[in-house]
């Protein structure tokens, strides 16, 4: 039996029309965006079908959008019979893994990621922030180009995607002397990246405080699945450390390309990623060329998974 871990996308990988052609095939995705119509309070099912995408991009309209077509592709996948061994998700995306994991009811989910959406965009005035992608340079340079380029100021690595991708969050003077430091030491590329806030650095303290206090409230279960979190690469199987890992996650590195190495090391031999786009599946290529990945987002998609 091959092992197989579901991946969940997170912010950046929304776009106009996700979900809709899952919903339009299979009834139990179309109950998942009534659902979580019905828990916001607004159409969010119209927004990720029809747009418009600047509203799409608003980050508390953005996290529980991809949440509910993550959610939806899965229950179809569950559905069909297929389940995974693992889970693991990008940032946002740990949310839905712990939905499918049943360490999270769906609504409860729905409802902390738009309030960690806003309270993410309220942490830090929007222009005082950015976030760059350095490519090609590895994580020692990159954590002392960070620390040369502080300066007194807040830079951090925020996301280890691949040992060929990673992106720096911080106030962005910071961040912007860390872009041109990093070319100077050898990076291929040092890009800003067009994001609303700098995400996973100290920065998002305030987010944080105020997330906890929300995830405080809720009822975690034991996961029925081991999630493999951002925040320690390490699998977590118990509620309070599941708890625990989503406050840290805030302004902790998301450490993808290490988490992914400990599925592997687990005996996984099949990634599937489950939601709209193919972030997850490009960085795959770039951690490990050897393990199959294949994405679920639309009706093709599905079908060619479910064939392999």
């Keep these: 039996m091959t092992s197989i871990a579901f991946l969940f996308p997170g912010q950046g990988s929304q776009a106009v029309g996700m979900g809709k052609e899952l919903a339009d095939h299979h009834p ?105 992608a350095i490519l090609s340079l590895d994580l020692e340079k990159v954590s002392q180009v960070c620390a040369d380029a502080a300066q007194g100021q807040v830079c951090e690595p925020a996301n280890i995607n691949s040992a060929e991708q990673i992106v720096i969050s911080g106030n962005t003077a910071a961040v912007e002397r860390a872009t041109k430091l990093a070319s100077d030491r050898g990076a291929k590329r040092a890009i800003l990246l067009p994001v609303s806030a700098p995400f996973h650095c100290s920065l998002m303290k305030p987010a944080q405080d105020r997330l906890a206090a929300d995830l405080a409230q809720l009822a975690f279960q034991k996961p029925k699945l081991a999630v493999a979190c951002n925040v320690d690469a390490a699998l977590v199987e118990d509620p309070e450390r599941s708890r625990d890992a989503l406050v840290r996650q805030v302004t902790g590195s998301v450490k993808w390309h290490q988490s992914i190495h400990l599925l592997i090391a687990r005996g996984v031999e099949r990634f599937v990623e489950v939601g709209p786009g193919k972030v997850l599946s490009g960085l795959m290529r770039q951690i490990d060329r050897s393990k199959a990945c294949s994405n679920v987002g639309d009706e093709a998609s599905l079908q060619k998974t479910l064939e392999q």
């Design 28 to 132: 139990v995705a179309r109950r998942t965006f009534d659902e979580a119509d019905e828990v916001l309070g607004y159409k969010l099912s119209h927004l990720c079908f029809e747009g418009p995408e600047e509203q799409l991009r608003l980050t508390e309209i953005t996290q529980p959008a991809i949440l509910t077509a993550s959610v939806a592709a899965w229950r179809v996948l569950q559905e069909k019979g297929l389940s995974p061994s693992f889970v693991a998700g990008h940032s946002l995306g740990e949310y839905s893994a712990h939905v499918a994991a049943g360490t999270l009811s769906f609504p409860d989910a729905v409802r902390t990621v738009r309030q960690r959406g806003k309270y993410m965009q309220e942490a830090v005035p929007v222009g005082v922030g950015a976030m760059a």
